[in-house]
């Protein structure tokens, strides 16, 4: 997928990611309706899986403002649309592995995948860079 339309795709998947991740500690944290008061405060106290994945949602938001700026900046620059979406779609895999990794309490190689997630944006502003 190519063009305009592939970019958006790419955008939306990652904003919609931490809400899976906040969805995942709802249902395995007990969510009830009436939680909905205070969501927030429900899911500070939660412990385990519903905590990491808690980690994971709020670490997805955290992410999303390098990630778009990345992307825009790539568009509005005329990066080849190759490199924007392997790039893209780099990070989007990675970010799902991320979660993976941190619903399965894997340290490690969680924080290493993060970093190399991490590098996606950062390499597609750096090839942005070389072209100004």
């Known amino acids: 997928m190519q063009g305009i339309n592939g970019i958006i795709y790419l ?9 899976v991740f906040a969805m995942i500690a709802k249902m395995v944290g007990g969510f009830k309706a009436k939680d909905n008061q205070n969501p927030r405060e429900f899911l500070a106290k939660t412990t385990g899986l519903a905590a990491r994945a808690n ?4 670490n997805s938001f955290e992410g999303l ?16 649309q ?30 290493i995948i993060w970093l190399l ?8 502003l750096v090839i942005t860079l070389k072209l100004t």
């Open 55 to 58: 980690a994971a949602q709020q």
């Open 82 to 111: 190759s490199i924007v979406m392997n790039l893209g779609i780099a990070y989007l895999v990675l970010r799902i592995l991320y979660g993976i990794c941190y619903l399965a309490n894997w340290a490690m190689l969680r924080s």
């Open 117 to 124: 997630a991490l590098l996606c944006p950062i390499f597609l």
């Open 11 to 19: 955008i939306l998947a990652a904003c919609l990611l931490p809400y």
């Open 65 to 80: 403002p390098l990630f778009i700026a990345a992307i825009l900046m790539a568009e509005y620059m005329v990066v080849p």
